[in-house]
């Protein structure tokens, strides 16, 4: 059986002397802990707060901590309960939600109950949990007799949120450190004790964070918090600093605040006067929060207030629909919100609140989108007529409307046409299922919080549409898909930054040279804008067209800087260029100025490649690029990737590369697309576009065979190509086909030495079961066929009989000219295995 007793010693207990005194010698010392616990847990309704932990085998909740008004009373708090027993605290934590207990409720169950300090009493009892794991339970008690009120609960709700995510990350400890005074340093809710008399105020530490005052520069008046409030709320914060104890007992009022940085703060006032002995008031003890904290008061001005505020931190249309719900949905006590954007001539639905197609008229999932609804304006005249007058119209329970919107309000409907720039960005409807009475203030509550919609669904609308033109632009620029590659596999991921315009610099590229040649390509432009993302576009097609010409990694990258310097760009871009072979493993590295490449190994090793690096592109015309030779072994895994990946603000790059390197080494390479969603993980919101590429390189299944040979410019020149041919074709056992690439060898070879200058060399590959031959000149000029041959032609038919030989056939540029190649399939029961004979033979003279 769980055991009464007092809370063990380290319990926070403040005394009453300590809730704020203040005379004549008024200094602003730092004020104790429980003190401020105390006093910000009073405003949320709860005069007694305790923390009951699990003990290690689960069956007992344990207390760990009390702050408020303990009772001496050696029966107050109970030490221990019984996780399967009857107390609140143990349904609580069974159920997984709150429970709350009215005075009334309260006096019929007294298992594990704390004594009260006084008569008509309520109990909140509310599970500590984090990540899915029972952790405990947060038991209050309060002073209403009608029990907790709902922001009173909402508040404590996240408070217990804020305690079981200390306890989850204090886990391991040897013992429970205190829990209840940094939750609520979490919650950013702070205390204060003012003086009326002298103008003195006693202000914790989160109070002055919350308005921008270093503790060391305050000085205890309460002019210096009153300097930083905007002269629009002055007044009403004036009438707390002169309270009329006939007035009020309890004030709430929401105010802003304008910190050192220019940030302007929207903050919670919740107050009351303690009467002295005196006829005026001696004290007034409030809390001030943010307004995400607690609930914003119930008035049309501070509602207007709260929704202005919000509303213009909402970019986009969804988040206007969400505040829209937040205004119309609670507040008014109503059970329908829709939301719709007018649109040429049709409105777009972009918020169904709730969203159960059950809770909405048939008709709105049987003729219209089932989820997101569209339709002409035409076809709901009630809603046309008003979106031409630009009225709202308050249509009471027992209105004549359509089919389509009678079922949206029964007992009243409100429709509001949300007024933009001289004209109507959409239409908001209300409605109501029990009969509702539209009094005159809330139809000017309305009409204010319709203006302040439409407002700001034209700006959502304008920012979604930039959004999208951005993303366009971004996905216009980057591949569309990667190529097929023999003997590796590779991904790509693309990550725009979540602040701002969606567009960056970020690019990459995976460029197949040959069917056993790939570069892969990674940079980042400088800069987040339109500007950054054209820089990119140029320089990934620049790239790309110096790549298949046939260059070698440094020229292509040499080649890309100076076309760069010569847009003359304030703009520079970090690149990363590798070429691989993909039949030998042998790779070419390139840095300008970008982050290593990060290699992992078939072990699960990882490391940097130690590439030497040149500046960025665009900064020097005449700097260099040097390569860096490595070979791959099947099984590695190749990463590129971009900064906004591996540093942040928060995030050194060094700290961020071992993460990066990590989690590479963490990740299956059996699977390379869930490798990468790996290595992005949660970005949570990024600061800069992302930008990775990997690739595994799993080495070629089938080793070509090659020859070569190269054609000197003698009279008898084609007559030693073929036989050079012959002699190849019979060693590789592939004489079935030796007619028809004697053929292509002979056009081939005639056409290089008659149209071209300089070296000639003829290559013949054996992959499978197909032949290739390549023949390669000095000349960047593809050959071209002719258009028309008649009978009297003396030329020009040797392309046309080469094509019709071939199963393919095509002109490939190559650095310091082009090559000319053919394929032609071998009979399968005369191809060679590949593994016979040497991988290369050079050509020799017969």
């Not at 034209?458 to 930039?466: G, L, P, T």
């Not at 400088?526 to 140029?538: D, E, F, L, N, P």
């Not at 009279?715 to 190509?721: E, K, Q």
């Amino acid at each position: 059986m769980p055991q009464d007793g007092r809370a063990r010693a380290g319990v926070t207990e403040p005394r009453a002397s300590e809730v704020g005194t203040a005379g004549r010698d008024f200094s602003p010392p730092a004020m104790p802990e429980g003190t401020v616990c105390a006093r910000t847990l009073t405003f949320a309704g709860a005069e007694l707060a305790a923390v009951y932990v699990l003990d290690a085998g689960d069956e007992e909740l344990r207390l760990a901590e009390t702050a408020g008004c303990v009772t001496t009373s050696p029966h107050g708090v109970p030490e221990r309960l019984s996780v399967t027993g009857g107390s609140p605290a143990a349904h609580a934590l069974r159920a997984g939600r709150s429970v709350w207990l009215t005075p009334a409720i309260l006096t019929t169950s007294s298992e594990g109950v704390p004594t009260p300090p006084r008569a008509e009493m309520s109990l909140g009892a509310l599970p500590l949990a984090s990540g899915g794991r029972r952790l405990g339970c947060l038991v209050v008690m309060g002073g209403s007799a009608e029990g907790f009120q709902a922001e009173q609960r909402r508040f404590l709700e996240r408070y217990a949120d804020a305690i079981g995510a200390l306890l989850q990350a204090r886990n391991g400890r040897p013992a429970p450190s205190a829990v209840l005074w940094p939750a609520l340093r979490n919650l950013r809710a702070g205390s204060f004790v003012l003086v009326p008399d002298t103008g003195l105020i006693e202000a914790d530490e989160t109070l002055l964070e919350l308005v921008g005052i270093a503790p060391d520069d305050f000085d205890g008046k309460a002019d210096s918090l009153l300097a930083h409030t905007l002269p629009e709320d002055m007044h009403a914060l004036m009438s707390v600093l002169e309270p009329a104890s006939q007035a009020y007992r309890l004030r709430e009022l929401e105010f802003r605040v304008r910190r050192p940085s220019g940030e302007m703060r929207w903050l919670s006032l919740s107050c009351r006067v303690v009467a002295g002995t005196g006829a005026g008031p001696e004290r007034v003890l409030g809390v001030i929060t943010a307004t995400s904290v607690l609930s914003r008061s119930a008035d049309d001005v501070s509602r207007i207030q709260w929704l202005t505020a919000v509303l213009d931190t909402a970019a986009t249309v969804s988040d206007v629909g969400r505040v829209a719900v937040t205004a119309l949905r609670e507040p008014l006590g109503s059970d329908r919100v829709a939301l719709a954007e007018l649109q040429d001539g049709r409105l777009m639905v972009t918020v169904l609140d709730p969203p159960q197609p059950a809770a909405w008229p048939e008709i709105w999932g049987s003729e219209w989108r089932s989820e997101w609804p569209e339709v002409p304006v035409s076809a709901l005249p009630t809603l046309q007529l008003a979106l031409q007058d630009g009225r709202m119209d308050l249509w009471p329970a027992g209105s004549a409307l359509e089919s389509a919107l009678v079922g949206v309000g029964r007992g009243g409907l409100a429709v509001l046409p949300l007024p933009a720039r001289g004209g109507v960005a959409g239409v908001c409807l209300v409605g109501w299922d029990k009969p509702h009475e539209f009094v005159p203030e809330e139809r000017t509550l309305l009409t204010a919080t319709a203006a302040l919609i439409g407002q700001a669904l034209k700006r959502a609308h304008a920012h979604d549409a930039e959004q999208e033109l951005a993303t366009m632009l971004q996905r216009s620029l980057l591949p569309r898909r990667l190529p097929e590659l023999p003997g590796c596999a590779a991904v790509a991921r693309y990550l725009p930054a979540r602040r701002g315009l969606r567009v960056g610099g970020d690019w990459y590229d995976v460029i197949a040279l040959s069917e056993d040649r790939v570069a892969l390509v990674i940079g980042d432009v400088q800069g987040h804008s339109a500007g950054a993302a054209t820089i990119m576009g140029q320089m990934r097609t620049a790239v790309r067209a110096y790549a298949v010409e046939g260059h070698p990694p440094d020229v292509v990258v040499s080649h890309a800087n100076r076309l760069l310097v010569g847009m003359e760009t304030d703009l520079f871009a970090t690149c990363c260029y590798v070429e691989l072979d993909l039949e030998q493993g042998n790779t070419l590295f390139v840095r300008a100025g970008h982050l290593a490449p990060l290699v992992r190994h078939p072990d699960g090793g990882t490391e940097e490649v130690q590439v030497e690096g040149g500046l960025p592109l665009g900064v020097l015309e005449e700097a260099e690029f040097p390569m860096t030779a490595v070979t791959l072994t099947p099984g590695t895994v190749l990463a590129l990737v971009t900064d906004g990946l591996v540093e942040a603000s928060d995030l050194p790059l060094d700290e961020g590369m071992l993460r990066t390197r990590a989690a590479l080494a963490g990740a299956d390479p059996a699977d390379p697309g869930r490798m990468a969603d790996e290595l992005l993980g949660d970005a949570g919101r990024r600061e800069d576009d992302v930008a990775l590429l990997l690739l595994r390189y799993d080495g070629m299944k089938v080793r070509p065979i090659r020859a070569d040979w190269v054609v000197w410019r003698l009279p008898d020149a084609v007559m030693h190509a073929r036989r050079f041919t012959a002699r190849t074709l019979r060693r590789w056992k592939a004489e079935a086909v030796s007619d028809a690439v004697l053929l292509v060898v002979s056009e081939l070879v005639t056409n290089a030495l008659v149209h071209t200058q300089g070296p000639v060399r003829v290559d013949l590959t054996l992959r499978g079961d197909r032949v290739r031959v390549c023949v390669s000149d000095s000349s960047p000029r593809a050959p071209a066929k002719p258009v028309i041959v008649d009978w009297e032609s003396t030329g020009g038919r040797g392309l046309l009989l080469v094509e019709a030989m071939s199963d393919s056939f095509g002109s490939t540029p190559v650095a310091g000219g082009k090559q000319v190649w053919s394929e032609i399939t071998v009979p399968c029961h005369e191809s060679a295995p590949a593994a016979s004979g040497p991988p290369t033979e050079l050509g020799a003279l017969p």
